[in-house]
């Protein structure tokens, strides 16, 4: 279904600084999102003990005869290892646990006592299937980075810029990335194990304070059968807690206007090309972090809190008006660890990310200058919520290990908007555009709109010799409350219809001449709705021999989404998820590993469906000669002249019978991925690796609004006008189904029931969905030993298809699973090729440097080549005299959406590409020693303030032979984000 809700951006998207670091490659099992493992080798039968004596936590495993072992469910930090040998005395390593991942401690040789100086080096994971990019606090404090989730997403190689129209739009929130070459929306996010992902459209999470993080990692594929819910990647969360010693602080950050790089606008030069010049603009950011953490009950009972205040103030000065957004919103985190008893741990986190942004909206006396007009309103949107978690791990036995997790969280989405009563009155005969009237946004959501998510899972592990046995289930409901409309209920385009060409409905201008036209659209639609995803899973991560890993897994996944009226319109039960995967230790010292991957990965259907196609909908434009004149009243409505051809519906605001709306069996969309790569541990802290990645879209899941074709086939197979027009309307309203693949609906045709239709695939003329991803990747790091460290990639990629996925970048649509792909066959004409998300080529840098005890320096780098370029224009098979070969669909309603431009087939990103993007980010830290405890820290991201253009408009005509002025213009919020600087003030004690 196409996407009509467009809106204004109010904010520059924040500045990524980029860097990239080794990522650990892996293969095996891990225990759920929060913890992490420590395996190795020591003497046969031996004893084997570790520690953390800073949480409490100590843990002990008996050796297999070959002398492997494996301790999991470890909470993240620096654990002493220890081997009783057989002939007298221990021998000792010190590894590092994060979550999600495996620690490597090798006792081969000699017996030895191994004193631990400066910092912990980590070793190659030998018993996680997955591809996983992990960074501390301490790590993310030494380099150059945003403060938020998605810049450090985007250090790991593999994950690229998402389109910046795709995402959270809030002054404290940002978009989201594409990894692996999925849509930006094909993510998942946890906190501390808990899903935090937003249901409607995935392409919003809840997050906690920045300073509250402990270590976050990016799951980049090869994810065992114990994660689901994702094409894309898995990104998780793990927060700061309290331990046996009490610390606190405060970290202030600061960011200066005057430091930052200039606000730039769009316009044409002389030729016709699109230029960046500088305006006026403004951004401040001051945020103060106070934190405390230790033990309420010394090894028993730790707390962390943490408050986050923030003060955001911004001034922006458009074309037509000016804005003035204020954001002083507190959040907070609340983390409590419980050690019960020795074999029982309790967590409880408790935080707020809810942000609220307010806006004050002026008239502009002069385009992208500062003097100011009249009031045009104020508004206000809040974002985020709070969440509660609570997890319990019994260790039952000294092999078999329980945890249950439970939490509630809540995600606003909604809009107080002043001017709500002003319809959107744009002149569009020029570019930029021009906004007229009184109106301060274009699509406003309902003042309710959220989300709430109430969820469970369980998970045990069993070790039965060389096997290690793991299964879990999990189950989340989600009730959302959604509505958008247009402000004052509909909008008004002021166009040029050129002598000659033709609109979407088939007008054709006759007069000779050009004429000025109105496009009149009417959008609203909302609801409470209900979605229910459930999964279980099992896996054996079986050691084959000492040196061979092989892991085996299954995961099950069900999906029921409901309507407004709570009847269920989407059930899909059992999707069967194999994974499969080795790792082979070469050398038996856990220095090198070989290691291969497959398996089979399924996304859920998200709410936005059930708003879009089950709630109640009206969509319609007509299209009217331009009067000449605009109303008085300050909303400039302009004057309607003749009505130019007939009205295009696409939903007529009736409610549905959910059963009318869906394939009754319809499959989820799922893709297969293969993996196989090369790690080694190199000297003196040294590693590399390489890898390749092959990811296959094996079946889509998308709308279908074509009644023409539907209707002209039923009348060609002998059924009734009456009949031929029920089943066209039925599919032209717009119907879930699996594109490429026979359809059948349910019809009301006059029986007692609905009658179930199938339409062969071949009548619809909808190819199958394809996207496929391969890349090579190179890696190369050297680990941080208190004096330096350095950490390379550089991937080769190559994504490729006839759809993006759950969104559709090349338009900034987020209707996710609904999209315009796919609504009529002569849309997906010339579709096939390489996809929004295709950079070619990436490298990314970065590294820090200890002069002394006092100064540290850090940089990072990107280079990343472009994205294709296409051009959107009006399927041309309205025109007189028709072009040979067209189909006789209704392509042509939806405007500049297809692949004919000017009436000539311009196959998908066949016009060449965007330019590479270049950013280099540094860092200074002063850490006095006549002050302990106090840091100073300086961050300059984009130090070159580089703006380069990352999206462009698309769309190069909204009527055939009338070309959109507005073609080829930067997307504002693509622009690669301006010079800032970033001052930090940090005392801990």
């Given at each position: ?590 220095q090198t590993k070989v290691y291969g991957n497959l398996g089979r990965y399924y996304i859920p259907v998200y709410a936005n469906t059930n708003v879009r196609l089950s709630g109640t909908e009206t969509n319609y434009t007509d299209f009217f000669a331009y009067g000449g004149k605009l109303s008085t009243d300050g909303k400039d409505v302009p004057t309607l002249g003749a009505k130019l051809g007939d009205r295009i519906t696409l939903s007529d605001g009736l409610p549905k019978d959910p ?241 004919y431009c000017n009436s000539e087939l311009v196959p998908r990103g066949s016009l060449g590409r965007l330019a590479w993007t270049y950013d280099l980010g540094l860092q200074a830290t002063y850490t006095p020693s006549w002050v302990k405890g106090l840091t100073l820290n300086a961050n300059i991201l984009n130090v070159f303030n580089q703006r380069t253009v990352r999206a462009i408009n698309e769309v190069g005509e909204e009527a055939v032979g009338s070309p959109d002025p507005a073609y080829r213009q930067p997307i504002s919020s693509s622009i690669q984000s301006p010079r800032r600087v970033r001052l930090t003030a940090s005392y801990e004690f």
């Open positions: 279904m196409k996407n009509f809700t467009t809106s204004r951006v109010r904010w520059a998207r924040s500045s990524i600084a980029l860097g990239a670091a080794l990522c650990v490659l892996s293969l095996g099992a891990q225990a759920q999102q929060s913890t992490g493992t420590i395996s190795g080798r020591a003497n046969a039968d031996g004893v084997v003990s570790v520690e953390n004596k800073s949480i409490g936590i100590a843990r002990q495993v008996k050796a297999d005869k070959d002398g492997s072992f494996q301790l999991s469910q470890l909470p993240p930090g620096t654990y002493t290892v220890t081997v009783a040998r057989t002939g007298g005395g221990t021998d000792s390593r010190q590894v590092v646990v994060t979550a999600g991942t495996g620690a490597y401690a090798n006792f081969g040789g000699e017996p030895q006592r191994v004193v631990v100086s400066g910092a912990v080096a980590r070793t190659l994971d030998m018993s996680s299937v997955e591809s996983n990019f992990t960074l501390t606090k301490d790590q993310l404090d030494r380099l150059p980075v945003g403060r938020d989730v998605t810049s450090v997403t985007l250090l790991a190689p593999g994950v690229v810029f998402g389109d910046g129209r795709i995402g959270q739009t809030g002054s404290r929130s940002g978009n989201v990335p594409s990894i692996s070459g999925a849509s930006p929306a094909e993510n998942a996010y946890y906190i501390n194990g808990f899903n935090v992902t937003n249901i409607v459209n995935g392409v919003a999470f809840n997050q906690v304070p920045f300073e509250a993080v402990a270590e976050q990692q990016v799951k980049t594929g090869g994810y065992s059968a114990e994660y689901g819910r994702s094409l894309g990647g898995v990104i998780n969360i793990n927060t700061k807690r309290g331990t046996n010693e009490w610390k606190g602080g405060i970290t202030l950050n600061w960011e200066p206007d005057a430091l930052r790089g200039s606000s730039v606008y769009t316009e044409k030069d002389d030729s016709g090309t699109w230029q960046l010049k500088n305006r006026a603009g403004s951004r401040n950011m001051f945020e103060a972090n106070v934190f405390m953490g230790g033990p309420v009950i010394q090894d028993r009972l730790y707390v962390f809190g943490l408050v986050q205040g923030a003060q955001l103030k911004g001034k922006g000065f458009g074309i037509s008006d000016q804005t003035e957004t204020t954001n002083d919103s507190p959040q907070y985190l609340l983390k409590v660890d419980w050690n019960v008893t020795k074999d029982n741990l309790f967590e409880l986190t408790a935080f707020s990310d809810k942000s609220k942004d307010k806006i004050t909206t002026y008239d502009s006396i002069a385009p992208y200058k500062t003097p100011r007009g009249d009031l045009k309103g104020n508004d206000s949107y809040t974002y985020g919520g709070e969440n509660i978690i609570g997890k319990w791990t019994s260790f039952v036995t000294a092999d078999l290990t329980l945890s249950a997790m439970a939490g509630v969280g809540k995600y606003a989405r909604n809009a107080d908007v002043g001017a709500a009563s002003c319809p959107i009155v744009q002149d569009r005969r020029v570019a930029p555009t021009v906004a007229l009237g009184c109106y301060t946004d274009a699509v406003i959501n309902r003042g309710d709109a959220g989300d709430k998510r109430t969820a469970f899972r369980l998970d045990a592990e069993w070790v039965l010799g060389k096997h290690t046995l793991r299964a879990g289930l999990d189950n989340e409901v989600y009730d959302t409350i959604d509505g958008t409309r247009y402000s004052g209920g509909q909008y008004f385009f002021l166009r040029t219809l050129k002598a000659d060409a033709v609109l979407g409905n088939g007008y054709k201008n006759t007069t000779g001449a050009a004429i000025d036209y109105v496009q009149n659209r009417i959008f609203e639609n909302g609801g409470t709705f209900k979605t229910k995803n459930s999964a279980w899973y099992v896996e054996d991560n079986f050691q084959v021999t000492k040196d061979i890993l092989v892991n085996i897994g299954l995961r099950n996944e069900s999906f029921n989404n409901l309507n407004d009226q709570g009847k269920t319109f989407i059930k899909v039960d059992n999707t069967w998820a194999p994974r499969a995967g080795f790792n082979w230790n070469l050398g038996g010292d856990g059963r009318t709306v869906v394939d009754p069996n319809l499959k989820p969309m799922f893709q297969d991925e293969v993996i196989v790569g090369f790690q080694m541990a190199l000297a003196d802290r040294w590693s590399a690796g390489v890898k390749y990645t092959h990811r296959n879209l094996k079946s889509g899941m998308d709308d279908i609004c074509e009644g023409d074709l539907t209707k002209a086939w039923a009348l060609a197979n002998g059924y009734s006008a009456a009949d031929a027009k029920a089943i066209g309307d039925t599919v032209s309203g717009c119907f879930l189904y699996n594109p490429g693949k026979d359809l059948v609906a349910n019809v009301d045709l006059g029986a007692a029931d609905l009658t179930a239709v199938r339409i062969p695939a071949a009548a619809l003329l909808i190819p199958k969905p394809k996207r496929t991803y391969d890349a090579f990747e190179f890696t190369l790091e050297r680990q941080w030993d208190k004096k330096w460290s350095l950490s390379a990639s550089y991937v080769l990629a190559f994504s490729k298809g006839n759809t993006e996925g759950y969104v559709k970048s090349d338009i900034g649509q987020d209707d996710a699973g609904i999209s315009q792909d796919f609504d009529h066959p002569g849309l997906m004409v010339g579709s096939s090729g390489y996809l929004p998300n295709d950079r070619r080529h990436t490298f990314k840098v970065n590294g820090s440097y200890a002069v002394n005890d006092a100064w540290r320096f850090g940089a990072s780098a990107l280079a990343q080549s472009g994205r294709p370029v296409n051009c959107f224009g009006v399927y041309p098979n309205k025109v007189t005299p028709a072009i040979p070969g067209l189909i006789p669909d209704a392509s042509a309603s939806y405007g500049g959406a297809s692949f």
